[in-house]
């Protein structure tokens, strides 16, 4: 069966544009007809310069990967036509060691909607209509709004970082950089038990945003005094790094108590003048966090049973067409967190 869709691509930096486009769907999979998406950090980086670290776009490529939808037609009973659904943006392969014991986000060829690591590259779901692995549909009430369960890949990634800490409950928490995902980690951590949760950005906006995400305190990263913080070898049990910027680790490594943890989830560049003896004689945990496993399935849970609210992170909405002027905005840090697609 040929199916019209509508698409968004990106070939290049600053080059994206909305195209026809026709699938076939032959019974396999699950066909669904996308009626939502968030915009990431990465799509943006595809197409503010055309990569991701190394990643270079060679090819028009559909943006995308935080998507929800409808079932059209599927190939399992499971998912009937109608029912809304939540789509993992992960394909492991399923027989790697890593996929084996259960680390599918370590897959070695993981496909990965949207992403340019591997030629031909891997199409997000930017568009009216997508096949994929039926396992890749989670579905949800269909009471629940489709904003609302946009936000279920950003929140995976941010449950994903704080269980890489181990358990959090009665944990003081430091949150460096409150983007949606340094937001979504304050939220889950909360979730999740911490007893005290401290943030820092250089943006107004995004910390009092992270205080209607459950921040109890919220400091200026730039003018802030963290000097209490630092006292007795650091105050908080666990740090996460949801920034990149070197700054923003070595002030996590400063106020993060002795044989505490930090968890790296902002992707950055080179770190200058790396305390390597902070690290050392504090003996701290330095976890990296990567995507997500199971998480996903309990982000879904986590939103439509409103055990957490990432509706302040919306900033706006535009339809599908128009794509460049929701991309532009949403590059616009003053002004936009989380933008949505309509489809
Ligand atoms: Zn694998």
């Not at 979730?191 to 921040?215: F, P, T, Y």
């Amino acid at each position: 069966m040929k199916i019209e869709t509508k698409s968004c691509v990106v070939t290049g930096k600053k080059d994206v544009a909305v195209i026809n486009q026709q699938i076939d769907y032959q019974g396999q999979g699950t066909l669904v007809k996308i009626t939502r998406g968030g915009i990431c950090g990465s799509d943006l980086h595809y197409y503010e310069h055309g990569q991701v670290g190394d990643f270079k776009v060679r090819e028009a490529m559909i943006l995308g990967h935080e998507v929800v939808g409808v079932v059209e037609q599927s190939d399992t009973p499971r998912l009937k036509p109608g029912q809304k659904v939540a789509l993992n943006p992960s394909k492991p392969c399923k027989t790697c060691k890593y996929c084996l014991s259960g680390d599918e986000n370590q897959c070695t060829t993981m496909k990965f909607f949207g992403s340019a690591m591997y030629f031909p590259h891997i199409n997000g779901a930017f568009t009216g209509y997508k096949i994929v692995d039926s396992d890749q549909c989670i579905a949800y009430d269909n009471q629940v709004s489709d904003q609302l369960m946009v936000f279920a890949e950003p929140l995976a990634v941010a449950i994903h970082a704080v269980n890489q800490a181990g358990d959090i409950n009665g944990k003081k928490v430091f949150v460096s950089g409150v983007g949606p995902i340094g937001s979504l980690i304050v939220a889950a951590a909360k979730a999740k038990g911490a007893a005290e949760i401290v943030c820092a950005d250089l943006s107004e906006r995004c910390l009092s945003l992270a205080k209607s995400m459950g921040a109890d305190t919220t400091i200026d990263a730039a003018n802030g005094d963290f000097s209490s913080y630092q006292e007795q070898k650091g105050y908080f049990d666990v740090s996460f790094d949801a920034s990149g910027h070197h700054t923003s680790i070595r002030r996590c490594l400063e106020v993060t108590r002795a044989r505490g943890t930090l968890v790296q989830v902002g992707m950055g560049g080179a770190v200058p003048d790396f305390p390597m003896m902070m690290l050392i004689a504090k003996e701290i945990s330095w976890v990296g966090s990567f995507r997500f496993t199971e998480e996903f399935a309990t982000a879904v849970e986590w939103l439509a049973n409103k055990v957490i609210d990432p509706m302040p992170l919306l900033s706006a909405e535009y339809p599908q067409d128009q794509f460049t002027t929701a991309l532009d905005f949403a590059l616009d840090k003053s002004k936009a967190s989380k933008v949505q697609l309509v489809f």
